[in-house]
């Protein structure tokens, strides 16, 4: 299948292993990937922070740039979340029929990259390998947004190698909430001391989610504190290979 | 006053009709009946026990309260308060207006609800009353304060409450439950599921801060 | 019309709130103590209840249908509740409502010879108008009667969470607060021997005390009924013994018939204090001839209800039916308690109650003190999609702010403005990424940024950045499809 990939502009600027990560496993798979390279950002910045008029802009252009796509895939399931919760209504109350029809084109071709490969490609074992003690945090737009936290775990079960160790209280958030972590640092890192502390009690070498966002937040913490743990995103665990890590 | 009062009503009524949308039109449009019976009620009406598991669900849920279950038939039911009020050492009783004489035990000093003296405390200590109604599912006596269960005040000053269930009171779920009472909802009801209490401190839950501290349960076959 | 939510409008704003309370350490320890108590209860009798998510998507439609004809509604309380005794007031504001019970009481004091206090059962609109500043004002004592809002008021202190207002104190400093305000030097500690001395306390006030005030959880308009749910056995004292009752209940809190009550009085329980059932709920119906008051006066409350019914994308936030189970879900709340709130209503549904109440005008942070991580929405009984609304205040908060006639223009819009910009213009963007990476350089140590200027400073204080890495994904994938190029003269000859 045709695949586009939509990076998000946190990863792109911040994380590139992870969306080369996305293409490697899906080339593996014997998928064509392709990347329309005039997007930027979905708007969840804006969206969130209340300019939601801000924000409208955005989604136009994300439908015009993606117009051609079949299937879009982006490795962040709140970005995700924000496109299928939010777009349909935002270009609503826009009154803008264009708008509206082409969201309602562009929202269906949208998937959070592990949705894409249990859902849509219907594979569960990537032939990954990744020898290293490893636990799954569940970010918060993918278990309760998107519903989708099982699929994740399920792929990871499937790496070879790979010694998973379950995280307690795995389904709270981490404190991270976008703008949240910088307008409201000490709550933000209060959330943090408890999600640190639940990685470190696991003894993993490696926490993982599907988002970076949260895993930014999280290794800040972690290295900060100097705990010798480090994050990586699910996509980089999946496109390693006995050949190597991205 | 009264026009001040009419005018307050009548704003805000009107502030919710603008927040409606209504219209002059919607305003005499007709009632809300034929929505209200299109809302959705999916959850479970009725229980499916049989009768014999709900009684004894009604018990386990009860004595999960600390009450004091018993079993009785009605030839029995006079020893069985005996006995109830034996264990908890009680020796007065207040009885509510219509509770059946034949069932009152001897031997123990009987207050009717008409010479019921709330300020006298010695006599407030235990009150035994009949109920409309009991819930299986969520451990719960419902009294209407009708015949037999007395004014609200009754149950509620005295530190000890006998409350006699007959079997075939006992319903499942809570819908079917007060579905028995449908009739008669505008009458005073009490729904009591084990005694007071409260987690106020430290989330520690304590029994019995004000209303009966002691709550048990005959159930009459 | 001035609405008020006790003292929120004065109050500082949440971050500055919060920030004294997660460095608390007793406030640390019994917020989140009690709220695992409650929330692993709550999981436990929702687990049993097989029907929990019908019974959810019931409630939050009656709510929604209520709303739709909520004046039809509350007539048909009002004539219900006057056939069977009941005396109907309507108040529109704080003021209005406190003036309203204040003369109620007065006259009836003067007229019979009473003492002057008043027995009251928890509702936390009482708060929310202000009531008690009002009685005290008018030389009336009033008496709360709730254990915990008991501890408060003796306490002079300030409620933190809807269903258990004294969870921020410990057992040593209620013992404190008893044995001086109720003259028990001698006082154990342990909680068996707190609650007695409550108990015997209150006894006194609730057979001599001829005035009963309370709020209600449900007014059935088909019967002109009023419901409390309890569990200490106050309520019934407040409710049944004085001469006189005068309740008063936010507009919201009318359901249309008996039936629908089977309902919450399910849900409840369940997700307020994790029981099956509550220990008492009483439902009275104007007055009884020969069973309670002589006279029963119920105050229907306006304050900022209409207002909020009147946004469609949030008036959801009236469906509330004060359970409390959005805040022991909160991990934010679980770890500032209800005073970082500045609101009577504190948590999630405090949040978005507390600003819509006040048409936005305060109260402004509270929709930002939030992750938005839903889990809220997943415990909240009558089903507020509290995440949505959410969001749909911070867009109304930025629009006041943008809207509003002040000199300066806040840094956060230039910002959000300037991005927005970039982001519409790729070129743009990209030169961005690159500006970036040169901007870091002074900042990076060993790959790690520790320190960032202004706004963002919020981050660094308490975490590390990697550094932005050299080369972007958009320049990655460039130079891979340039590679390919370059190869095709290969491929082509069936390499």
Same mark, same amino acid.
């Given at each position: 299948m045709r695949i586009s990939l939509f990076i998000t502009c946190y990863n792109d600027t911040l994380f590139p292993k992870t969306g080369q990560s996305v293409v490697r496993v899906l080339e593996r798979l014997g998928h064509t990937v392709d990347f329309p390279a005039d997007q930027t950002c979905c708007g969840q910045m804006h969206f969130n922070t209340g300019y939601q008029q801000e924000a409208l802009p955005l989604v136009r252009r994300m439908t015009e740039v993606f117009r051609d796509a079949e299937i879009i895939c982006a490795p962040s399931s709140s970005c995700v979340a924000l496109i299928r919760e939010q777009y349909q209504k935002l270009a609503e109350s826009s009154g803008d029929a264009s708008l509206i029809a082409a969201v309602n084109e562009f929202v269906p071709k949208v998937y959070e990259f592990s949705e894409l490969l249990v859902?849509?490609? /219907? =594979?569960?074992? =990537? /032939?990954a390998y990744y020898p290293h003690r490893v636990t799954y945090h569940a970010s918060c737009h993918l278990l309760r947004g998107l519903k989708a936290a099982d699929l994740q775990l399920r792929l990871l079960r499937n790496v070879r190698a790979i010694e998973l160790v379950p995280l307690e209280e795995m389904d709270v958030c981490c404190g991270f909430g976008g703008t949240f972590s910088i307008k409201n640092p000490d709550v933000s890192a209060a959330m943090l001391a408890d999600k640190m502390k639940a990685v470190l009690n696991t003894r993993a070498e490696i926490c993982t989610a599907g988002d970076n966002s949260c895993l930014m937040h999280i290794e800040g913490g972690l290295h900060r504190l100097r705990t010798g743990v480090r994050t990586v995103h699910l996509a980089e665990i999946l496109a390693s290979t006995e050949a190597g890590e991205p | 006053m009264a026009d001040n009062a009419r005018n307050t009503k009548e704003i805000i009524l009107s502030r919710i009709r603008a927040a409606n949308g209504d219209t002059a039109a919607t305003v005499f449009a007709p009632s809300p009946e034929r929505d209200w019976q299109a809302l959705p009620r999916a959850y479970q009406r009725k229980g499916e026990l049989g009768s014999a598991e709900r009684v004894q669900l009604f018990a386990e849920r009860m004595e999960d309260y600390n009450a004091s279950v018993s079993h009785s038939d009605e030839v029995g039911l006079r020893q069985a308060i005996s006995d109830a009020l034996n264990k908890r050492g009680k020796e007065i009783i207040v009885v509510p207006n219509g509770f059946p004489e034949e069932f009152l035990p001897l031997g123990v000093r009987v207050i009717h609800e008409d010479g019921f003296d709330a300020a006298a405390s010695a006599e407030r200590e235990n009150v035994i009353t009949l109920c409309t109604v009991a819930i299986a599912a969520t451990g719960t006596v419902v009294l209407q304060h009708g015949v037999g269960e007395g004014e609200r005040r009754l149950s509620l000053l005295p530190d000890y409450h006998l409350c006699i269930v007959r079997e075939s009171q006992i319903k499942e779920a809570v819908p079917e439950a007060m579905d028995v009472f449908a009739n008669s909802a505008t009458r005073p009801t009490t729904f009591i599921s084990g005694p007071s209490a409260t987690s106020d401190i430290e989330m520690t839950r304590i029994k019995g801060v004000h209303g009966p501290r002691f709550l048990d349960v005959i159930i009459v076959r | 019309m001035t609405v008020r939510v006790a003292d929120a409008a004065s109050a500082a704003k949440f971050p500055i709130l919060a920030n004294g309370l997660v460095e608390d350490s007793q406030i640390r320890q019994n917020v989140r103590h009690a709220t695992n108590v409650i929330q692993n209860k709550r999981a436990r009798v929702v687990a049993e209840q097989h029907d929990w998510q019908q019974l959810r998507e019931s409630a939050s439609k009656i709510k929604e249908h209520t709303l739709q004809y909520l004046d039809r509604y509350l007539e048909e309380f009002e004539s219900a509740c006057i056939r069977a005794g009941g005396q109907v007031h309507w108040a529109i504001d704080a003021d209005d409502a406190n003036r309203i019970i204040v003369g109620l009481m007065q006259n009836a004091i003067e007229k019979n010879g009473w003492t002057r206090e008043v027995i009251k059962v928890k509702t936390m609109t009482s708060d929310e108008i202000g009531l008690n500043h009002a009685l005290k004002a008018a030389g009336i004592q009033p008496h709360e009667t709730d254990l915990a809002d008991m501890i408060i008021q003796l306490g002079e202190d300030k409620p933190s969470h809807i269903v258990v207002p004294a969870l921020h104190k410990n057992r040593t400093q209620v013992r404190e607060i008893f044995a001086r305000k109720m003259g028990l030097p001698e006082l154990g500690e342990k909680p068996q021997d707190l609650t007695d001395a409550a108990r015997n306390y209150l006894r006194d006030k609730f057979e001599k005390v001829k005035i009963g005030f309370s709020g209600a959880n449900y007014l059935i308009a088909e019967t002109g009924g009023v419901c409390v749910v309890e569990s200490e056995g106050n309520g019934r004292m407040c409710l049944t013994l004085p001469e006189m009752l005068i309740t008063v209940a936010g507009i919201e809190k009318v359901i249309p018939r008996q039936q629908d009550l089977e309902v919450f009085l399910q849900l409840l329980p369940r997700s307020a204090t994790g029981e099956r059932m509550n220990p008492y709920n009483t439902l009275w119906t104007g007055v009884h001839e020969g069973d309670g008051p002589r006279e029963f006066h119920i105050v229907l409350l306006d304050n900022g209800r209409s207002s909020i019914l009147a946004d469609k994308e949030s008036r959801q936030t009236l469906h509330c039916i004060r359970c409390g189970a959005c805040l022991n879900a909160c991990p934010v709340y679980s770890r500032t308690g209800g005073h970082a709130y500045g609101s009577i209503y504190a948590g999630p549904i405090g949040a978005i109650l507390t600003p819509q109440l006040q048409s936005m005008k305060h109260s402004q942070s509270l929709p930002f003190a939030s992750s938005l991580c839903g889990a809220c929405y997943e415990v909240c009984p009558v089903r507020i999609n509290i995440p949505d609304v959410l969001l749909h205040l911070r867009g109304k908060v930025v629009e006041r702010q943008q809207n509003s006639l002040s000199r300066g223009v806040s840094i956060e819009a230039v910002a959000m403005k300037a991005a927005a910009f970039i982001y519409a213009h790729p070129r743009l963007y990209t030169l961005g990424q690159k500006f970036a990476r040169v901007a870091q350089k002074v900042l990076v140590r060993k790959g790690w940024i520790h320190w960032l200027p202004g706004m963002l400073g919020g981050w660094t204080a308490v975490r590390d950045v990697k550094q932005l890495p050299d080369e972007p994904f958009r320049e990655w994938w460039a130079k891979r499809e340039a590679a390919k190029r370059d190869e095709p003269m290969e491929k082509s000859y069936g390499g």
């Open positions: 859902q849509k490609l /219907g =594979v569960e074992d =990537v /032939g | - | -």
